[in-house]
């Protein structure tokens, strides 16, 4: 069976550029996970969907930062404008249900922002 | 508030020696799950283990062992024999269950020398 699949791998661009990110969760788990990690920082937490429907988006930054989920099986992360300091991996997760915990996660998109 | 502390930044061994990660948690709630998840250096998180808060057993997978004490709210993680392969950042991660979310720790980098 596929895992979470992201696009892009990686991603170069400069500063005011638009960056979107994309995942495809495992089929049939109905909660979707948006993390950043940094050296700074950790693992963080920026947004969480259930059924398509965003739960948790405080951890997401700033305005500059928003999140889709039209449908079940695609999210998108937007970064608009981009600063250098958005340089980060961010992970895309997905789980069978609320309060399983068991995350799955993506291979990461890393995103370096000149 | 929920918090995930591993105190160990960096541990460096030689193969085939035992090592053991540290993690101490606080939580305000009585049920929690708790998890390891490995980062090696290709960047995939990958789970290890769930345990929820009533399940104090320890457990033994292979050359992997965890010890959940809620006495002294720490979950720590021993590999025994320890290989090359075992390198990697290993991350300890806490979730209520009225979140469906993982708060994890800063992650403790482990390089095992041949």
């Known amino acids: 069976d596929a895992g979470v699949i992201q696009s892009p791998r990686h991603e170069v661009t400069e500063m005011g550029q638009e960056v979107t990110l994309r995942c495809k969760p495992i089929s049939g788990h109905n909660s979707l996970f948006w993390y950043r990690q940094t050296m700074m920082r950790g693992l963080e937490l920026l947004i969480y969907f259930n059924n398509n429907v965003p739960i948790d988006d405080s951890g997401m930054p700033e305005d500059r930062f928003s999140a889709k989920m039209p449908n079940a099986s695609f999210s998108t992360l937007k970064i608009q404008p981009s600063e250098p300091r958005d340089s980060a991996v961010y992970f895309c997760a997905s789980s069978s249900g609320p309060n399983t915990g068991e995350l799955f996660f993506g291979e990461g998109s890393r995103l370096t922002v000149l | 508030a929920q918090k995930v502390t591993q105190a160990q930044t960096e541990i460096s061994v030689v193969e085939k020696e035992d090592v053991t990660l540290d993690c101490v948690y606080e939580?305000?709630?009585?049920?929690?799950?708790l998890f390891w998840y490995k980062q090696p250096p290709s960047g995939e998180l990958v789970f290890l283990i769930r345990r929820n808060s009533f399940d104090e057993q320890n457990e033994i997978s292979g050359r992997y062992s965890w010890n959940f004490q809620k006495s002294t709210s720490s979950f720590n993680f021993t590999i025994t024999a320890s290989q090359v392969v075992d390198s990697a950042v290993y991350f300890c991660a806490l979730s209520e269950l009225r979140y469906s979310t993982l708060t994890f720790g800063k992650g403790t980098m482990l390089l095992v020398s041949p």
């Open positions: 939580t305000r709630d009585t049920t929690y799950y």
